[in-house]
Nanobody
């Protein structure tokens, strides 16, 4: 079992940047084997894929809506995955969730989810 805890959300203005973190605990000895993915869910909308990174960082994938603005990365020694979000827009407002899976198959989610962190973009 892997527990995931997101942090770094907040209230920002359009054009600002934020960096989200997702720290793993539990069976973290296998963290480095997991694909890590960020999803988000805006009010009244379904959860959607944002970005994914393979176990070694060699593969990444992004939703078209965030390409060129968001960057996913990971530090296996710290058992943490990051989402650097630049040039934030109103439509990026959502709860952002971290997810872990044994296979790299975005946008398919794996079985492990964090509790989410709120990102609000507002002027």
């Amino acid at each position: 079992q892997v527990q995931l805890v997101e942090s770094g959300g907040g209230l920002v203005q359009p054009g600002d940047s934020l960096r989200l973190s997702c720290a793993a605990s539990g069976r973290t000895a296998v963290f480095y084997t997991y694909t890590m993915t960020w999803f988000r869910q805006a009010p009244g909308k379904e959860r959607e894929f944002v970005a994914a990174i393979s176990w070694d960082g060699g593969l990444t994938d992004y939703a078209d809506s965030v390409k060129g603005r968001f960057t996913i990365s990971r530090d296996n020694a710290k058992k943490t995955v990051y989402l650097q979000m630049n040039s934030l827009r109103y439509e990026d407002t959502a709860v952002y969730f971290c997810n872990a899976d044994r296979r790299f198959a975005p946008p398919r989610p794996g079985p492990y989810w964090g509790q989410g962190t709120q990102v609000t973009v507002s002027s």
